[in-house]
């Protein structure tokens, strides 16, 4: 039998719950993006607060707090922030103007990014885990100085041990290495991984999204970048993490993919968005050079394009909007995943239906399930218009491409999904240079020649439990 002080208690509790819930709803309706969102939060917290209380407070927020504020600071110690202040005035004897035919599109996103297109690089593209990774472990062990490494996702098997002797090695040399990973994405790296690289004087560290008092909710955010610089003079980024499923010897077999290899003062553009993912992680300024060299043999033109949910402005979905509305000829979209919101998705539409050849190349094999569920409810829509989604049948595709007309190729790690749109850490690499669009459009229709050409048909013949599974994976569009 409950005694009245128990059922007091129990009475306070309930009590405590439904304010919070109430106190929840109004927050959702002021800080929500959608009023869609606003209202389905609004009502579930009044209603249900035992269940959508704490769903709320971990997939509600799309804001990050916190890496805005020490980002906007700077680097504390005065001599390195007196460098970057430097390098960032450097980089203007390096911008380049757009072509007249293209100043008035994409210009928009130097204001986005801060940072100018820039040129005097030399650019390699580089075609799945093979090539991509025997180029940055040239570069580690070509290292003199330091290296800089973020990998959403490092795993311990036989690519990450590679990685993990190599490290050691360049360390022992007198190389400062420094290593941040993804909590989130790295879940599964064993203690004895991390450990081992301190004991060998590598500065290891997690992105910690939930540092701080106001930030202990901040588990729906994640660090999704790939970032490799080498001295301040080459550096990698795109599609690729470290685990043997990128070089093809996972059960989705084949895994295509894409990175990019940059020498030249762009290389320096991407270090910089390092040091503030190590500041915020660490609190820690890195010593690094910046002093930017171009690039002798070439003179190729690229816009470091780093996106977050500590962005003022939703900058990820603005860059494909960008690329969008900046498409005269072609535009054509490699990504693993496809749920974009609705505003994308109309101008998608749009710009098929002005005769723009709109392609999105997708895998064939899931390897998020919800998300590839999801992606299904979009063809009938892009039928309609003339968008044309192609599934790539030649293993996994995960690579993270935009191309525009002949003269813009993007590569980098954002997906065309709510995930990267509004909830991750990105970054793109914007290169305005035919030839290298040129190398893109050939690399990317050798894997349409992969790929086959799908239609509503694909769904309308589908079962009705595969079709109601696709409307409700819809339903998770804010998470996926």
């Known amino acids: 039998m409950l005694t009245d002080h128990l059922v007091g208690l129990i009475a306070t509790l309930v009590a405590l719950i439904h304010l919070s819930g109430a106190l929840s709803a109004i927050h959702a309706v002021a800080c929500v993006r959608t009023p869609q969102g ?3 939060w609004a009502i579930s917290l009044a209603t249900f607060p035992w269940l959508a209380l704490p769903l709320y ?3 509600g927020r799309n804001r990050f707090h916190g890496y805005g504020e020490t980002s906007h600071r700077g680097v504390p110690d005065p001599a390195n922030q007196k460098a970057l202040l430097r390098f ?13 035919e293209r100043a008035g599109d994409f210009v928009a996103l130097t204001r986005l990014s801060k940072t100018p297109y820039i040129g005097g690089n030399a650019l390699a593209l580089l075609v799945d885990g093979a090539a991509t990774f025997e180029a940055i472990f040239a570069a580690l062990d070509a290292a003199k100085h330091y290296i800089l490494i973020e990998f959403f996702m490092i795993k311990d098997d036989d690519l990450g041990r590679e990685l993990h002797r190599r490290l050691l090695a360049k360390a022992a040399a007198g190389v400062a290495i420094r290593l941040l990973y993804d909590e989130i994405g790295s879940h599964a790296l064993p203690n004895r991984y991390v450990k081992t690289l301190r004991a060998g004087g590598i500065a290891v560290s997690a992105f910690h999204t939930t540092q701080g008092r106001r930030n202990r909710f901040q588990l729906n955010f994640r660090n999704h970048r790939k970032i490799v610089v080498v ?7 795109g599609g ?10 996972g059960p989705l077999g084949h895994w295509r993919d894409t990175h990019l290899q940059i ?5 320096q553009a991407l270090q910089a968005v390092f040091v503030k993912d190590w500041y915020w992680a660490t609190r820690e300024a890195p010593s690094v050079d910046w002093q930017p060299a171009i690039a002798v043999d070439r003179n190729q033109t690229v816009l470091i394009y780093p996106t977050g949910p500590a962005d003022f402005l939703e900058c990820c979905s603005l860059f494909f909007h960008q690329a969008i509305a900046g498409a005269r000829r072609r535009l054509w979209i490699a990504s693993p995943y496809f749920v974009p919101d609705p505003p994308v998705f109309a101008a998608l539409q749009l710009a098929a239906l002005r005769g723009v050849d709109v392609r999105i190349l997708l895998p064939v094999k899931p390897d998020h399930k919800l998300v590839y569920l999801a992606s299904f409810s979009f063809l009938e829509a892009a039928e309609k218009t003339g968008i044309q989604i192609y599934r790539y049948q030649d293993g996994f595709l995960h690579q993270k491409v935009v191309l525009v007309d002949d003269d813009i190729a993007a590569v980098g790690t954002a997906n065309l999904d709510n995930r990267s749109l509004r909830l991750n850490f990105e970054v793109m690499a914007v290169v305005v240079d035919p030839p290298f669009a040129g190398q893109v459009a050939a690399m990317l229709e050798r894997d349409f020649q992969q790929a086959e050409l799908t239609s509503g048909t694909d769904l309308r013949e589908r079962s009705q439990t595969f079709r109601w599974a696709v409307r409700a994976a819809r339903l998770f569009d804010p998470i996926l």
């Open 88 to 100: 960032q005035e450097q980089l203007r004897s390096f911008q380049v103007d757009l072509p007249p």
């Open 38 to 40: 606003a209202i389905a």
């Open 240 to 249: 690729l993490n470290v685990g043997d499923e990128y070089l093809g010897r």
């Open 263 to 267: 020498e030249g003062p762009a290389a």
């Open 231 to 237: 001295d301040g003079q080459i550096a990698f980024v």
């Open 57 to 59: 407070w971990i997939f």
